[in-house]
């Protein structure tokens, strides 16, 4: 079995008075997950906090992680967040201080020789890989489709008035249609990268490729990242999550 070295870190940044954003690294190092939250007050917050602890809780009643077989692991990631989407539409329901509030999931479950990644939203899954940063996972959102439809460039994306609109997130009903699932077969020297949209807001891909490949250490690449990130005028939330192999 590889040896697997985690940095983390989460900050409120320097335009929001709370922190939406959450993560969760499992104590065995078998998934991982980013989370950030949309809403009013602490609504944003409540959301993401529940994708974190419901999320885990199925993954480790659903997926057997010393022998399982890719589709029941796919429709066990699927059924995971799918639930978690439905307890934050419920609440978002009965409970009138959390209106309309939705978060963000990406995650990384490790079983056998192979990673399975997924996202729901605009946080997002790269992949370092001999000096080459490859973005896994496809945002939901609004400049997402207009780029895949052609009408605006990635440049153009990064600035656009809409940038921040979701086209699926959990808490609304598109959140239930299932993860799209990449499956890794990991490498000795992998680095993989879990973020929420305020390390995208504050540095492009050669940014960032910069940073990941600056330093052995994954605490130390989180920390810079995330300072990078405040530094380069993201005005959200700022988490990451760093995975060596």
């Known amino acids: 079995m590889p040896d697997i070295r985690i940095g983390q870190l989460s900050i409120t940044g320097n335009y929001r008075k709370n922190n939406e954003d959450n993560l969760h690294v499992d104590e065995e190092n078998r998934f991982f997950i980013v989370a950030d939250g949309m809403g009013g007050q602490s609504a944003g917050e409540k959301a993401s906090q529940l994708a974190v602890e419901l999320v885990p809780k199925k993954l480790n009643e659903l997926i057997d ?5 890719p589709d029941r692991i796919r429709t066990a990631i699927d059924d995971a967040v799918g639930n978690a989407n439905s307890e934050i539409m419920v609440l978002g329901r009965v409970d009138p201080e959390l209106h309309n509030m939705g978060t963000t999931i990406v995650l990384l479950v490790w079983v056998g020789d192979t990673f399975y990644i997924g996202n729901v939203g605009d946080s997002r899954a790269y992949l370092l890989r001999k000096n080459k940063l490859e973005q896994i996972t496809k945002d939901h959102s609004l400049v997402q489709a207009l780029m895949d439809a052609g009408t605006i460039s990635p440049d153009e994306a990064r600035s656009h008035r809409y940038k921040n609109v979701l086209v699926r997130y959990l ?4 959140g239930g249609e299932g993860v799209s699932t990449h499956e890794i077969q990991y490498q000795a020297g992998d680095r993989f990268f879990l973020c929420t949209d305020g390390v995208t807001d504050g540095l492009d891909d050669n940014e960032l490729r910069e940073l990941l490949k600056s330093d052995d250490d ?7 990242i995330i300072l990078a990130a405040q530094k380069g005028g993201s ?8 995975l060596d192999v």
Not at 65 to 69: A, G, L, N, V, Y
Not at 218 to 224: E, L, N, V
């Open 218 to 224: 994954p605490q130390q690449i989180a920390d810079s």
């Open 171 to 174: 808490g609304s009903k598109e």
């Open 235 to 242: 005005k959200d939330n700022i988490t990451c999550i760093v």
């Open 65 to 69: 992680f010393i022998d399982d077989t």
